[in-house]
């Protein structure tokens, strides 16, 4: 079975700080692993997705992830936090059929 | 391009009753999923339609029941409702055929319908 937890049910950062937010994975086969935001009284917004290509992966509004199978990590960060980037985030493993399982979120929280 | 809608947005019902959620998918996708979002939580994975078949289903009772429709248009049923219920109910679409691609459905999800249990 495939699972995800997130390490943080909230994580407050200074504007301009650096925003870093954990996941660790469960998986028996390569996983496909991905980060989604969601803003209040919205639906998830993709951020960015690993699929077994490059494993430092580049997603919207300057966050990125690293894929590190050694650690399964799937860690998520910005080198500056802005106001707008105070959300939930959820990370997320999918497996072939396309059934997705997500972490509990992790609320950000960024203060000037 | 327009993308995930479901109605109705928000809505009050009470134990015992049923309901009945709305999807439209995002044009140009042919599988729907429903997750259910429960205060605090992340989405939890109710079941998955795809050529009007169910495919996949999560832990979830046979309350919980859904339809998808030749234009792809998707409904989740919820049976004897219990206060447990309440939550937020997420719709997401998907392209069948990306999942051979890359491997991996992108999942694009509508701003939900939250149901109450009263």
């Known amino acids: 079975a495939q699972s995800v937890t997130q390490l943080g049910s909230h994580v407050s950062v200074s504007e301009g700080a650096l925003v870093l937010l954990r996941c660790n994975y469960s998986s028996s086969v390569p996983p496909y692993l991905f980060w989604y935001v969601q803003y209040p009284n919205q639906g998830l917004q993709l951020l960015l997705k690993?699929?077994?290509?490059?494993?430092l992966v580049k997603g919207i509004n300057g966050f990125e992830a690293e894929f590190k199978k050694s650690e399964t990590s799937f860690h998520l960060t910005k080198p500056s936090a802005h106001m707008s980037d105070a959300a939930e985030y959820f990370c997320?493993?999918?497996?072939?059929?396309?059934?997705?399982?997500f972490g509990a979120g992790t609320q950000v929280v960024v203060t000037p | 391009d327009a993308g995930v809608t479901q109605s109705p947005t928000h809505l009050i019902k009470t134990r015992g009753q049923q309901v009945t959620l709305r999807c439209s998918p995002k044009?140009?996708?042919?599988?729907v999923s429903w997750y259910q979002q429960a205060l605090g939580q992340g989405p939890q994975f109710i079941f998955q339609?795809?050529?009007?078949?169910?495919?996949q289903r999560g832990n979830f009772p046979d309350r919980f029941s859904g339809h998808q429709f030749p234009n792809y248009s998707s409904e989740l049923n919820v049976n004897a409702l219990l206060l447990g219920d309440s939550a937020l109910y997420l719709c997401?679409?998907?392209?069948?055929?990306?999942?051979?691609?890359?491997?991996?459905?992108?999942?694009?999800f509508g701003a939900g319908s939250r149901l109450t249990v009263l």
């Open positions: 044009s140009g996708h042919d599988t």
């Open positions: 997401a679409s998907s392209l069948d055929r990306d999942r051979g691609l890359s491997g991996a459905n992108v999942l694009t």
């Open positions: 690993y699929t077994s290509a490059a494993t």
């Open positions: 997320a493993v999918s497996g072939r059929w396309g059934k997705f399982q």
């Open positions: 339609y795809y050529e009007e078949e169910e495919r």
